[in-house]
Every structure is written in structure tokens, then in C-alpha cells.
């Protein structure tokens, strides 16, 4: 019986294969270099959002409202933000934080990512 080319042909050729491959390790090596600088953004965004409600933070100058910002970083393991991207301005009965980093880092080869962050929040002062 004469079978029809189409019959013949089933599943992926080599070349296919090396190119579903190679697809998937470049997604792969960017998630393995991305993904961390957004979990380290979480944890900074962690330690924003407590400061409106947080007794110690409300009251407090703005130069130890920074200190106690870049403190409660730290202990979250967070080594990327320095002290010049956090901004502790006075407001009216409040205190305006922001934080504005773009962290970059090589990807591949000659390669580098950049993100941009910016976080702000307001912590009042009692």
C-alpha cells in the first residue's frame, strides 16, 4: 500500500529539536538572571509598605527615618540599594519616602539588563 508523505513525516526533526532547545536555555539563563532583582524588589517593597503603620517609623526625623529604612533593607538581604537612592523628604504632618534604583547586571556575553524601580510612600508623624 502507498502510504502519503504527510503519513510518513511524524514528529520533530533534529534540527527542530536544537532550536526548541537552545530557545529554552536563552529564556531560561534571562529568568535565572532577572528574577532575583524582582524578589529583592518585593522585599523593599515589603519594608515601604509597613512604614505608614509602623509606631517606630511615624514621628521619626528624616534622616533617621532613613536610617531605619536602609536598616530593615538590610536584614532583608537586600545589598543593591545604597543609601543615595533612598529620599526622605518632610511633607505636611508627613514624611514622603521614595526609592529610585535601576539595577543592571550582565546577561549574555556583551548583554547587560537594566530595571527601573521607584517606590514611594508616605509615613505620617503622629
Do not use: C
Amino acid at each position: 500500500m502507498y502510504r502519503s508523505n504527510i503519513e510518513k513525516q511524524r514528529g520533530l526533526t533534529l534540527i527542530s529539536w536544537v532550536i526548541i532547545l537552545v530557545y529554552i536555555l536563552f529564556q531560561a539563563v534571562i529568568a535565572m538572571r532577572v528574577i532575583p532583582v524582582y524578589i529583592a524588589d518585593e522585599s523593599v517593597k515589603t519594608v515601604l509598605k509597613a512604614l505608614p503603620t509602623d509606631v517606630e517609623a511615624q514621628g521619626l526625623t528624616t534622616k533617621r527615618l532613613k536610617i531605619l529604612i536602609e536598616k530593615r533593607i538590610r536584614m532583608n538581604n537586600v545589598y543593591s540599594i545604597k543609601p543615595d537612592y533612598i529620599e526622605v523628604k518632610k511633607g505636611r504632618g508627613e514624611n514622603i519616602v521614595t526609592i529610585n534604583y535601576q539595577p543592571r547586571g550582565p546577561l549574555i556575553g556583551n548583554l547587560e539588563y537594566v530595571v527601573k524601580f521607584h517606590h514611594e510612600v508616605k509615613v505620617p508623624l503622629r
